[in-house]
């Protein structure tokens, strides 16, 4: 089975820290991806990286960057957090072509 | 927005009944998936669907596709209170693999 793990389930931090969350997948995934879930959002695409050292923006990547230097972890940082990023953060992986996306079990940040 | 869109944003139902779910969407696509998620979890896919197919079934569930409509349906038969999660439709945008666009999901509720 595939598994997706992420380093934390739930994380609190201080407005203004570097934030980093780390996603690992150990199915040989070439497609990784940053999603964050918000109440009546839904999930948006944050970044995504298609092989290593890889990326490409998503649909929100402002106040994030992204860096993949092996093909099994993906991470997300956030260089400066703001509360507007308290938020659910969801990895998922793939392979290119095969239509489904494997998830983490997630992060829920709090940005105090 | 291209994000698929589901409808009705909740749902509540007694076990045995079924239950219908809705997707709508706003561009051309490869495929359409159906994923589900239980409180406070990531995704677990359930579902897909080509564009080339008009339903599929797996198991209790059964998806349909109307490209024409650019909407979906999923139908669980004989819930169960385990069916109890939110569901989201997620269409692959045609030219754009690998990526997903996510709705804001159906919390369903299926009462013992």
């Known amino acids: 089975d595939v598994k997706v793990t992420q380093s934390s389930r739930y994380l609190v931090k201080r407005t203004g820290e570097k934030v980093f969350l780390e996603c690992v997948q150990d199915m040989d995934h070439e497609n990784m991806f940053w999603y964050r879930q918000d109440p009546g959002l839904g999930l948006r695409l944050i970044y995504f990286?298609?092989?290593?050292?890889?990326?490409e923006k998503g649909d929100i990547p402002e106040g994030y960057s992204v860096s993949r230097e092996k093909k099994e972890r993906f991470s997300l940082i956030l260089e400066s957090a703001s509360t507007n990023q308290t938020s659910m953060y969801l990895c998922?992986?793939?392979?290119?072509?095969?239509?489904?996306?494997?998830f983490g079990p997630g992060t829920r940040l709090t940005v105090l | 927005s291209q994000q698929g869109e589901e409808d009705p944003q909740a749902l509540s139902i007694q076990e045995g009944e079924n239950a219908t779910m809705n997707c709508s969407y706003k561009?051309?696509?490869?495929?359409l998936q159906w994923y589900r998620q239980n409180s406070g979890r990531g995704l677990v896919h359930l579902i897909l669907?080509?564009?080339?197919?008009r339903e599929k079934h797996s198991g209790r569930l059964r998806v349909t596709l109307d490209t024409s409509k650019k909407s979906s349906s999923l139908l669980i038969t004989a819930s169960r209170a385990a069916d109890t999660a939110s569901y989201f439709c997620a269409p692959e945008v045609r030219y754009n693999t690998d990526k997903l666009i996510f709705g804001t999901g159906t919390r369903l509720q299926v009462f013992p």
């Open positions: 561009t051309s696509i490869n495929n």
């Open positions: 669907i080509r564009s080339n197919e």
């Open positions: 990286s298609y092989d290593v050292k890889m990326k």
């Open positions: 998922a992986s793939t392979r290119p072509s095969t239509d489904t996306q494997y």
